[in-house]
Nanobody, 126 residues
Framework: LVQLAESGGGTVQPGGSLILSCAASGNKFESSYMAWFRQTTGQEREGVAAHWNDGGHVYYADSVKGRFTITRDEARDTVYLQMTNLSTDDAATYYC???????????????????WGQGTQVIVSS
Protein backbone atom coordinates (compact mmCIF):
# COMPACT_ATOMS: atom_id res chain seq x y z
CA LEU A 1 0.00 0.00 0.00
CA VAL A 2 1.23 3.48 -0.87
CA GLN A 3 -0.15 6.82 0.21
CA LEU A 4 0.51 9.90 -1.88
CA ALA A 5 0.48 13.54 -0.85
CA GLU A 6 0.59 16.14 -3.61
CA SER A 7 1.37 19.82 -3.32
CA GLY A 8 2.41 22.76 -5.44
CA GLY A 9 -0.63 23.54 -7.54
CA GLY A 10 -1.85 27.07 -7.97
CA THR A 11 -2.44 29.87 -10.42
CA VAL A 12 0.17 30.98 -12.92
CA GLN A 13 0.20 33.26 -15.92
CA PRO A 14 0.77 31.86 -19.41
CA GLY A 15 4.46 31.32 -19.92
CA GLY A 16 5.01 30.83 -16.21
CA SER A 17 6.31 27.88 -14.22
CA LEU A 18 5.23 25.66 -11.35
CA ILE A 19 6.69 22.72 -9.49
CA LEU A 20 4.43 19.97 -8.22
CA SER A 21 5.53 17.58 -5.50
CA CYS A 22 4.29 14.13 -4.60
CA ALA A 23 5.51 12.48 -1.42
CA ALA A 24 5.01 8.73 -1.19
CA SER A 25 4.79 6.69 2.00
CA GLY A 26 4.33 2.97 2.45
CA ASN A 27 5.60 0.15 0.31
CA LYS A 28 8.97 1.20 -1.04
CA PHE A 29 8.88 -1.14 -4.03
CA GLU A 30 5.44 -0.07 -5.12
CA SER A 31 6.48 3.58 -4.97
CA SER A 32 9.31 2.87 -7.41
CA TYR A 33 6.99 3.39 -10.34
CA MET A 34 5.40 6.81 -10.23
CA ALA A 35 3.81 9.22 -12.63
CA TRP A 36 1.84 12.40 -13.05
CA PHE A 37 -1.49 12.54 -14.82
CA ARG A 38 -3.85 15.39 -15.46
CA GLN A 39 -7.54 15.66 -16.05
CA THR A 40 -10.03 18.33 -17.00
CA THR A 41 -13.78 18.12 -16.65
CA GLY A 42 -15.30 15.69 -19.08
CA GLN A 43 -11.95 14.41 -20.32
CA GLU A 44 -10.08 11.22 -19.67
CA ARG A 45 -7.11 11.25 -17.38
CA GLU A 46 -4.00 11.93 -19.44
CA GLY A 47 -0.53 10.66 -18.66
CA VAL A 48 1.92 13.54 -18.47
CA ALA A 49 5.20 12.12 -17.19
CA ALA A 50 6.42 8.97 -15.51
CA HIS A 51 9.51 8.00 -13.56
CA TRP A 52 10.16 4.31 -13.32
CA ASN A 53 13.01 3.29 -11.10
CA ASP A 54 13.97 0.26 -13.14
CA GLY A 55 17.04 2.04 -14.42
CA GLY A 56 15.58 5.49 -13.94
CA HIS A 57 13.53 5.58 -17.11
CA VAL A 58 11.44 8.66 -17.66
CA TYR A 59 8.57 9.09 -20.06
CA TYR A 60 6.74 12.18 -21.29
CA ALA A 61 3.62 12.91 -23.23
CA ASP A 62 4.40 14.59 -26.54
CA SER A 63 2.45 17.65 -25.44
CA VAL A 64 4.85 18.38 -22.59
CA LYS A 65 8.22 17.26 -23.93
CA GLY A 66 10.80 19.98 -23.58
CA ARG A 67 8.66 21.88 -21.07
CA PHE A 68 8.04 19.47 -18.18
CA THR A 69 10.64 17.54 -16.22
CA ILE A 70 9.97 14.72 -13.79
CA THR A 71 12.55 13.98 -11.14
CA ARG A 72 12.73 11.86 -8.02
CA ASP A 73 14.35 12.40 -4.66
CA GLU A 74 15.08 8.91 -3.37
CA ALA A 75 15.88 10.04 0.15
CA ARG A 76 12.51 11.76 0.48
CA ASP A 77 10.61 9.26 -1.70
CA THR A 78 9.23 12.26 -3.51
CA VAL A 79 8.60 12.86 -7.17
CA TYR A 80 8.57 16.34 -8.64
CA LEU A 81 7.08 17.70 -11.81
CA GLN A 82 8.73 20.89 -12.95
CA MET A 83 6.49 22.65 -15.44
CA THR A 84 7.68 25.55 -17.56
CA ASN A 85 6.23 27.69 -20.34
CA LEU A 86 2.74 26.82 -19.20
CA SER A 87 -0.22 27.49 -21.43
CA THR A 88 -3.95 27.39 -20.90
CA ASP A 89 -3.89 23.89 -22.39
CA ASP A 90 -1.96 22.77 -19.33
CA ALA A 91 -4.64 23.88 -16.90
CA ALA A 92 -6.05 20.81 -15.18
CA THR A 93 -6.16 18.87 -11.97
CA TYR A 94 -2.87 17.01 -11.70
CA TYR A 95 -2.73 13.62 -10.03
CA CYS A 96 0.21 11.71 -8.74
CA UNK A 97 0.14 7.95 -9.30
CA UNK A 98 2.17 5.12 -7.88
CA UNK A 99 2.30 1.36 -7.84
CA UNK A 100 3.01 1.18 -11.54
CA UNK A 101 2.86 -2.26 -13.08
CA UNK A 102 5.86 -3.13 -15.26
CA UNK A 103 4.65 -4.99 -18.29
CA UNK A 104 1.23 -3.39 -17.95
CA UNK A 105 -0.44 -1.06 -20.44
CA UNK A 106 2.41 1.46 -20.25
CA UNK A 107 3.93 4.18 -18.06
CA UNK A 108 1.53 6.88 -19.25
CA UNK A 109 -1.62 4.80 -19.05
CA UNK A 110 -3.72 5.23 -15.94
CA UNK A 111 -4.60 1.54 -15.76
CA UNK A 112 -0.94 0.83 -15.01
CA UNK A 113 -1.16 2.38 -11.54
CA UNK A 114 -2.66 1.18 -8.30
CA UNK A 115 -2.52 4.25 -6.10
CA TRP A 116 -3.57 7.84 -6.65
CA GLY A 117 -3.23 11.12 -4.86
CA GLN A 118 -6.10 13.48 -4.23
CA GLY A 119 -5.10 15.86 -7.02
CA THR A 120 -3.80 19.40 -7.11
CA GLN A 121 -5.22 22.06 -9.37
CA VAL A 122 -3.18 24.06 -11.84
CA ILE A 123 -4.80 27.19 -13.23
CA VAL A 124 -3.18 29.06 -16.09
CA SER A 125 -4.70 32.45 -16.52
CA SER A 126 -3.67 36.00 -17.31
Amino acid sequence: LVQLAESGGGTVQPGGSLILSCAASGNKFESSYMAWFRQTTGQEREGVAAHWNDGGHVYYADSVKGRFTITRDEARDTVYLQMTNLSTDDAATYYCASGGIPGGPGPLVSASYLYWGQGTQVIVSS
